[in-house]
């Protein structure tokens, strides 16, 4: 088996290299786990978010992943938007704020971008 025909390679105890089929298969397996916790009403994730994220980019081709990500990770929306983004009122999206990640702050719920999104993926696929 050539280095191409790998679907990863491990460096060392903290380090893996994915390629290929690899880099899909496990983006949908932590997007299952992430829907997952948010069935069973458990707090997101960030790491999980984040390696979603780099996951993504990764399969879009981007080399750049170091930097872009810190910029759009944990990036805070309104109800109002979200209520836009997944086509519900903002009441609505009120009851669902603490599964997107939501929390309270100064009297006004403030989501994450990231969970919204993929809620909004998890309903209209």
């Given at each position: ?40 009403r ?46 519900l ?31 909004s ?5």
């Open positions: 088996m050539t280095n191409e025909d790998q679907l990863f390679h491990l460096i060392d105890t903290n380090a893996i290299v994915l390629q290929g089929a690899a880099v899909e298969a496990v983006r949908e397996a932590v997007m299952l786990a992430q829907r997952r916790r948010r069935r069973e458990l707090p997101e994730s960030r790491t999980l978010n984040s390696l979603v994220e780099v996951l993504n980019m990764s399969a879009a081709g981007q080399s750049d992943i170091g930097t872009g990500m810190e910029e759009h990770a944990g990036e805070q929306i309104s109800i109002e938007e979200a209520a836009t983004m997944l086509k009122s903002a009441r609505q999206v009120r009851r669902i704020a603490p599964q997107l990640g939501g929390q309270l702050v100064g009297g006004r719920w403030l989501l994450d971008r990231l969970a919204v999104l993929e809620h993926g998890d309903h209209h696929a």
